[in-house]
Every structure is written in C-alpha cells, then in structure tokens.
C-alpha cells in the first residue's frame, strides 16, 4: 500500500476477489528496466506487451528530459468490470498511480468491442499510455505543465502506433474525443489557457481532454508555431500569468483560434515519426511462470497494493492468511501477508510475518520497512521515544540497502512529524530526495514543500507544488493552487503557513493517518 494514503483509498469490497474466470490459468510475472507486470497471460504475449511498454517509457522519457528511473509494477486483470471494482467505481478502463512504495497500474486484458476509428483501435495500452503519461510529464522535478497540456498530451500520446521496423508514430486522432473536438463548447485558446485558474465544471472537462489535444497536435506535430509550446511552458514555470504568457509565446490570439478552427476541419491530421535507431529502449524483458505460493496469493496481492479501507483490510487478510500458512518459506508470499496484517492493523501476526520474511531474506527491504512501521504503530499506542528511535532504525537499514529507494526517506521524515518533533535537517534532506526519486508521487511532494514553507524557502515550496497545484484534477477547489496564488500574491511565511493549516495540508503524514484528499484521485 502507498505512503499518505493508508487505507484511504479504494472501497472495495471482498468479493470483488472473485475475478471472471482465467482464460490461461498460469500467472507470469514479466521483468524490464522500468516495469514489473503480472498477468494471466501467454509468456510470448506478456512479453510483447512488455517491451512496448519500455519503448513507450523511452519515446517519452527522451521527448520530455526526464532524468528519473523509478519503476512500476502492473497487473493486468481479465476485465473492465474487474478494473472498475479495483477502482471502486463504474467504467473505469484503467489506471495508474505514481507511489513512493511502488508506483502501481491496473489495466484489463482486453475490452469490449468498440468502434475502430480511423484506423485507432482502443487498447488496453492506450489506456495505459494515457496514463503513464501523466506519470512522466510529473517526472520532470523542473518544470510543470498545466492541465490543458498535461490531458491533452496524454490524449495525444495515447495512441503513440508501433510499426514493424520498430519506429513510433505519435499523432494519430483519439476517435473517443473527435465528436467532442467539432461540438460540446469548442473551448477558445483562451479559455483553455485560464482554465487553471478558472477550472471547468460538469461537462466543459472534456474539453481538457479534447481541445488541448487539439492544441498540443497543433502546437508540436503540425509543422505550425514551431517553439511555441515550449516557449509557453518555460513562460508559466518562470511564473509569468498563463494569458500573458499566451499572449507571448503565441500572439494575437483570436487569430490563433481561426487556425485552430482551420485545422480541425481537415479531412486528416499528420502524424510523427520518430524513428527506432532514435528511441533509446531497454528492451530486454525476463519472464517467469509463477510459483505455487506466488499464484496462489497473486489476486489478494493485487488488492492489497492498489489500496484496502479500514473495512476491508481485515476480510481480506482473513482471506489470504491460509494461503500464507501452506507457504511459510516463500518469500513473496510472506511480504504480501506481512503487508495485508499490517493494514488490518494486527500488528503482532504482522510482525510475525515480517520476521519470517527478514528469516528467509534479511535484506528484504519490505521486511525492514514493516518492522520500522510496527514499531512506529507501537510507539503512537505507548507514547514511547524509544519506539520512535527503534522505527528509524529500521528505516534507516532499509535506506542503506537502497539509497534510490523513496519510501525510508519519506517514513524517516514521517516518524518526527508523528512525534510531535521538528524533523532534523537529514529527514528534511530525505523528504527532498524522495521527491527528486519520484516526483510523480504528489504526497511527497507536499510533505517536501510544507517543508520548504516552514523554513521559509518559498521558490522551492512553489516549485515543488505547483504539479499539484496545476492539476486537471484538482478542480475549483484545489488547496495547493489557493496556497500557490497567495504566493504569487506576495503572502509572507507567516500567512502562507496560516493558510496551509486552514486548508489543512500542512500535517499530511502517514502514522498519524493524515491524508490528502487529492492524493487519492487517479486520473
């Protein structure tokens, strides 16, 4: 489960276990540099999957400069109706949340038969790209983009095509959003440039997805306004107004409009090509069949990571507890019963567990992070030093068997919040490297810029927040772009501090069970 969102996320109930029936009935786990899947799939197929996946990771992370290397762990599910009860709502075709304990995506083996478009056919991966583009373009620790970008170069990557010389063509229309493009309002230029700070309501949303994919194909595949986007982009994170920036990166802008109407119009869009001996991809990818243990807690796993609620967490570790007992010396299934009695909050069969696994592994850095968290629990029920002094010891072992890892830094800095104590300048410089490891997860991103608000660093408190702030997702009532215009405003520490506990973002912290609402979102 994610750090800063402890039994808060899903409200899934258990007999969302039973999942349609397999069709293969031999769980593989796939290896690449980026990415750890599991499927009921054939090898051949989960390795193909696979190594488009990195090839996409490589067309994005070259596009945008990311210089991150976190890794995501995905589980395809037979359906959308599983992928819905995963989410906890209706028709939902997938999603993917960047994580400081491991980034997570739950996307469905096939869908319903849908209309097949000018020549683009809905995937599974296309739901998947949709949102991992999201995850990189919050990768980038320097700049942010705002939400007409971020959703509309999401719709424009999502149906990046792969041909047989191993080249990527990105440009292709999303048939889901060409009727929204020619009706619905058809959103000016500038009233997509202030929709941040004039967020859309009820049905205008889609025009986030389908206008701003209009203006980022424009803008970045048509030949047109070349440098403009960027331009854009680097006016707004040096903090210039986003119409006065308009006005500047791309002139009169009613004149822009009729471009945009000129080209909507056309019977076709060009595309891109980029080249395979130009998109650097690791394409080595392992897979393996899954071992007894493995498959049979594989499904309880999957629950557990995507998120239980303080209703579920206990069934579902009732569930999966027979199966850790017939596999006592099985490593994976240890960490996952570990983890599921941890949530259910039995911290002693937790702790058990955690032992077992430390037994098999003693370098298994979950085993090390469990322990820290038991101790952490015990130490907030015995109001207890010495619990807190024993739980970063444990985090601080499992930091020093991977330094690149985010979550010891993230629970080191949560234990003095937790504790009522000013965090030293290590945990202050442990929270920022989180960040920096995996910016894409906004929960450590607002522990950072609290952070740097209490120490009176307000460009980097800024630069660390505005991602959040400047959401498709956050709506009109986004706590960190109210924080970030009373910045802009020119607010001291002192009020800027006073109005993060009226928003109440300023003790977000996973031991005392503080969460962020927005966190919870997926997109």
Same mark, same amino acid.
């Given at each position: 489960?994610?750090?800063?969102?402890?039994?808060?996320?899903?409200?899934?109930?258990?007999?969302?276990?039973?999942?349609?029936?397999?069709? *293969?009935?031999?769980?593989?786990?796939?290896?690449?540099?980026?990415?750890?899947?599991?499927?009921?799939?054939?090898?051949?197929?989960?390795?193909?999957?696979?190594?488009?996946?990195?090839?996409?990771?490589?067309?994005?992370?070259?596009?945008?400069?990311?210089?991150?290397?976190?890794?995501? &762990?995905?589980?395809?599910?037979?359906?959308?109706?599983?992928?819905?009860?995963?989410?906890?709502?209706?028709?939902?075709?997938?999603?993917?949340?960047?994580?400081? !304990?491991?980034?997570?995506?739950?996307?469905?083996?096939?869908?319903?038969?849908?209309?097949?478009?000018?020549?683009?056919?809905?995937?599974?991966? %296309?739901?998947?790209?949709?949102?991992?583009?999201? *995850?990189?373009?919050? +990768?980038?620790?320097?700049?942010?983009?705002?939400?007409?970008?971020?959703?509309?170069?999401?719709?424009?990557?999502?149906?990046?095509?792969?041909?047989?010389?191993?080249?990527?063509?990105?440009?292709?229309?999303?048939?889901?959003? +060409?009727?929204?493009?020619?009706?619905? @309002?058809?959103?000016?230029?500038?009233?997509?440039?202030?929709?941040?700070?004039?967020?859309?309501?009820?049905?205008?949303?889609?025009?986030?997805?389908?206008?701003?994919?209009?203006?980022?194909?424009?803008?970045?595949?048509?030949? @047109? %306004?070349?440098?403009?986007?960027?331009?854009?982009?680097?006016?707004?994170?040096? =903090?210039?107004?986003?119409?006065?920036?308009?006005?500047?990166?791309? =002139?009169?802008?009613?004149?822009?409009?009729?471009?945009?109407?000129?080209?909507?119009?056309?019977?076709?869009?060009?595309?891109?090509?980029?080249?395979?001996?130009?998109?650097?991809?690791?394409?080595?990818?392992?897979?393996?069949?899954?071992?007894?243990?493995?498959?049979?807690?594989?499904?309880?796993?999957?629950?557990?990571?995507?998120?239980?609620?303080?209703?579920?967490?206990?069934?579902?570790?009732?569930?999966?507890?027979?199966?850790?007992?017939?596999?006592?010396?099985?490593?994976?299934?240890?960490?996952?019963? &570990?983890?599921?009695?941890?949530?259910?909050? @039995?911290?002693?069969?937790?702790?058990?567990?955690?032992?077992?696994?430390?037994?098999?592994?003693?370098?298994?850095?979950?085993?090390?992070?469990?322990?820290?968290?038991?101790?952490?629990?015990?130490?907030?029920?015995?109001?207890?030093?010495?619990?807190?002094?024993?739980?970063?010891?444990?985090?601080?072992?499992?930091?020093?068997?991977?330094? @690149?890892?985010?979550?010891?830094?993230?629970?080191?800095?949560?234990?003095?919040?937790?504790?009522? !104590?000013?965090?030293?300048?290590?945990?202050?410089?442990?929270?920022?490297?989180?960040?920096?490891?995996?910016?894409?997860?906004?929960?450590?991103?607002?522990?950072?810029?609290?952070?740097?608000?209490?120490?009176?660093?307000?460009?980097?408190?800024?630069?660390?927040?505005?991602?959040?702030?400047?959401?498709?997702?956050?709506?009109?009532?986004?706590?960190?772009?109210?924080?970030?215009?009373?910045?802009?405003?020119?607010?001291?520490?002192?009020?800027?501090?006073?109005?993060?506990?009226?928003?109440?973002?300023?003790?977000?912290?996973?031991?005392?069970?503080?969460?962020?609402?927005?966190?919870?979102?997926?997109?």
């Amino acid at each position: 489960m994610s750090i800063g969102k402890k039994l808060a996320f899903v409200p899934l109930a258990v007999s969302a276990l039973a999942f349609a029936a397999p069709a *293969h009935a031999e769980w593989h786990e796939a290896k690449s540099r980026h990415f750890t899947v599991f499927a009921d799939l054939p090898e051949n197929d989960l390795r193909e999957r696979t190594v488009k996946l990195e090839k996409f990771d490589a067309v994005l992370r070259g596009l945008f400069k990311v210089e991150t290397d976190d890794q995501a &762990t995905i589980y395809y599910v037979p359906s959308m109706d599983d992928v819905s009860r995963l989410a906890g709502r209706a028709n939902v075709g997938g999603f993917y949340r960047p994580d400081a !304990q491991g980034s997570l995506a739950i996307i469905p083996e096939r869908l319903p038969k849908m209309r097949d478009m000018e020549g683009v056919k809905p995937t599974p991966e %296309r739901i998947m790209y949709h949102e991992y583009t999201h *995850h990189m373009l919050l +990768s980038n620790m320097g700049k942010f983009f705002p939400s007409w970008a971020t959703e509309g170069l999401a719709e424009l990557f999502m149906s990046a095509q792969f041909d047989a010389a191993g080249n990527v063509i990105i440009g292709a229309p999303n048939a889901d959003r +060409s009727w929204a493009m020619g009706g619905m @309002n058809r959103w000016t230029v500038r009233r997509l440039l202030e929709s941040d700070t004039n967020p859309p309501k009820g049905e205008e949303r889609i025009e986030l997805y389908s206008r701003g994919w209009l203006l980022c194909h424009y803008l970045l595949i048509s030949g @047109n %306004r070349p440098g403009q986007f960027f331009k854009y982009i680097n006016a707004i994170n040096a =903090g210039a107004p986003p119409l006065k920036a308009g006005e500047a990166a791309f =002139g009169d802008l009613d004149a822009f409009d009729r471009e945009l109407e000129r080209y909507v119009r056309r019977s076709s869009f060009p595309s891109s090509k980029l080249s395979s001996d130009k998109v650097k991809t690791p394409t080595e990818v392992s897979v393996r069949t899954l071992g007894p243990g493995e498959a049979a807690i594989i499904e309880y796993r999957m629950i557990s990571a995507n998120g239980v609620t303080a209703k579920t967490a206990g069934p579902l570790a009732e569930r999966a507890r027979p199966v850790a007992a017939r596999y006592p010396d099985d490593v994976f299934v240890q960490r996952a019963i &570990t983890e599921m009695e941890y949530d259910a909050k @039995n911290y002693a069969a937790a702790d058990a567990a955690a032992n077992r696994l430390l037994a098999l592994d003693p370098k298994n850095i979950m085993g090390l992070v469990y322990k820290g968290r038991i101790a952490a629990q015990r130490a907030i029920e015995s109001k207890d030093a010495n619990g807190w002094r024993e739980a970063r010891r444990w985090f601080l072992q499992a930091n020093k068997l991977d330094p @690149n890892y985010a979550l010891p830094f993230a629970l080191y800095y949560d234990s003095f919040v937790a504790a009522g !104590q000013t965090p030293p300048d290590a945990a202050i410089t442990g929270i920022n490297r989180a960040v920096v490891l995996v910016p894409a997860d906004q929960s450590l991103r607002i522990r950072a810029g609290i952070a740097a608000l209490r120490a009176g660093d307000l460009k980097l408190s800024r630069m660390v927040l505005a991602p959040i702030a400047f959401t498709a997702h956050g709506g009109d009532k986004n706590p960190y772009a109210t924080l970030i215009k009373e910045m802009d405003a020119g607010a001291d520490k002192a009020a800027l501090l006073a109005k993060a506990a009226e928003l109440k973002i300023d003790k977000i912290n996973e031991f005392t069970g503080i969460a962020d609402d927005a966190a919870k979102k997926d997109s």
